[in-house]
T-cell receptor, first 110, second 116 residues
Framework: TQLLEQSPQFLSIQEGENLTVYCNSS?????LQWYRQEPGEGPVLLVT?????EVKKLKRLTFQFGDARKDSSLHITAAQPGDTGLYLC??????????FGTGTRLTIIP | DTGASQNPRHKITKRGQNVTFRCDPI?????LYWYRQTLGQGPEFLTY????????KSRLLSDRFSAERPKGSFSTLEIQRTEQGDSAMYLC??????????????FGPGTRLTVL
């Protein structure tokens, strides 16, 4: 069974600070996706990474896929209240279902 | 792409009743997925379709659960004889699957089921 562990589970920081959340597994994934989920809504895709060592930037968000394609990180620069939400990583095993992590609940304090 | 659409958004039912949820995928998406998410957890895979064919079902999908996608467009998920443990958010996602490429899934807003 493929498992994805996210850390930290909860993170509360002041507006303007930087933060990094992690997604780790003992399994190799062919792709890894990051989603953000608001309360009562479905996950919204932020990025997909597919190549070991790949780095993608989305404004103030930087995503990295580990060289061995077992882990990933999400770094947010100068966090804003609008970044508040549940961040989920999800591993793709090929062409089928996603395996989700348990999520990191981020709160940005104005 | 925006996500799939789902209805109802909320459903409250009594234990033992049957419920049915609907998911409409993004236009021309050939794959449709169902996931379940309980409080404080990430979504868990239930089943998926490619066109009208149901290709995989999770062990989480007990005999009381059935999903259909009769014409390869919208899908329904039915739960018979609901139990309190079925209370969860039921999420649908769709994708346009092409061999040898990453299958990017776009989620709907979910249906929140509460079983009393």
């Amino acid at each position: 069974t493929q498992l994805l562990e996210q850390s930290p589970q909860f993170l509360s920081i002041q507006e303007g600070e930087n933060l990094t959340v992690y997604c780790n597994s003992s399994s190799v994934f062919s792709s890894l996706q990051w989603y953000r989920q608001e309360p009562g809504e479905g996950p919204v895709l932020l990025v997909t990474v597919v190549t070991g060592g790949e780095v993608k930037k989305l404004k103030r968000l930087t995503f990295q896929f580990g060289d061995a394609r077992k882990d990933s990180s999400l770094h947010i620069t100068a966090a804003q209240p609008g970044d508040t939400g549940l961040y989920l990583c999800a591993g793709g095993g090929g062409n089928e279902k996603l395996t989700f992590g348990t999520g990191t609940r981020l709160t940005i304090i104005p | 792409d925006t996500g799939a659409s789902q209805n109802p958004r909320h459903k409250i039912t009594k234990r033992g009743q049957n419920v049915t949820f609907r998911c409409d995928p993004i236009s021309e998406h050939n794959r449709l997925y169902w996931y379940r998410q309980t409080l404080g957890q990430g979504p868990e895979f239930l089943t998926y379709f490619q066109n009208e064919a149901q290709l995989e079902k999770s062990r989480l999908l007990s005999d009381r659960f059935s999903a259909e996608r009769p014409k390869g467009s919208f899908s329904t998920l039915e739960i018979q004889r609901t139990e309190q443990g079925d209370s969860a958010m039921y999420l649908c996602a769709s994708s346009f699957f092409v061999l040898a490429s990453t299958d990017t899934q776009y989620f709907g807003p979910g249906t929140r089921l509460t079983v009393l």
